[in-house]
């Protein structure tokens, strides 16, 4: 990430956005924030890469194309739930406070696909 101390290597931080979904923005806040960079270094880095914007890799992009984490653990919870105490999707929902679609998508259950509907 940082080449030297207070150096940033902002190529290495576009290829992180890329595998973890964080815009190099976040990444030099973080970095600064946990002391890898000085608020003058963080500062540099910023400018420079306000200057790269209209570069690939550093334009702002929106986080829709990025799926986001999928709680698993509360999916096997529920599998587990459901094989022992019957529990469905809808009972779920409410003992939680979501909504059934909201439930399903957290549980991974969601398909998004389209729907494919035969009109007569």
């Known amino acids: 990430m940082t080449s030297t101390v207070g150096r940033v290597d902002l190529r290495r931080l576009a290829e992180l956005q890329q595998v973890w979904g964080v815009s190099v923005d976040s990444l030099l806040y973080r970095c600064r924030e ?12 910023w400018r420079r ?6 570069q690939p890799g ?5 986080v829709s194309r990025y799926p986001g984490e999928q709680p ?7 599998e587990l739930a459901a094989k ?18 909201r439930t399903e998508e957290l549980l991974g259950l969601v398909h998004r696909r389209p729907v494919l509907r035969l009109v007569p």
């Open 34 to 45: 946990i002391g890898l960079l000085s608020d003058q270094a963080a500062g540099r880095a």
């Open 49 to 54: 890469l306000a200057e790269l914007r209209h």
């Open 58 to 62: 550093f334009a702002t992009e929106s």
């Open 72 to 78: 698993v653990m509360l999916r096997q919870a529920f």
């Open 84 to 101: 022992e105490t019957g529990l469905t999707v809808p009972d779920l929902a409410h003992e939680l406070g979501w909504s059934v679609p």
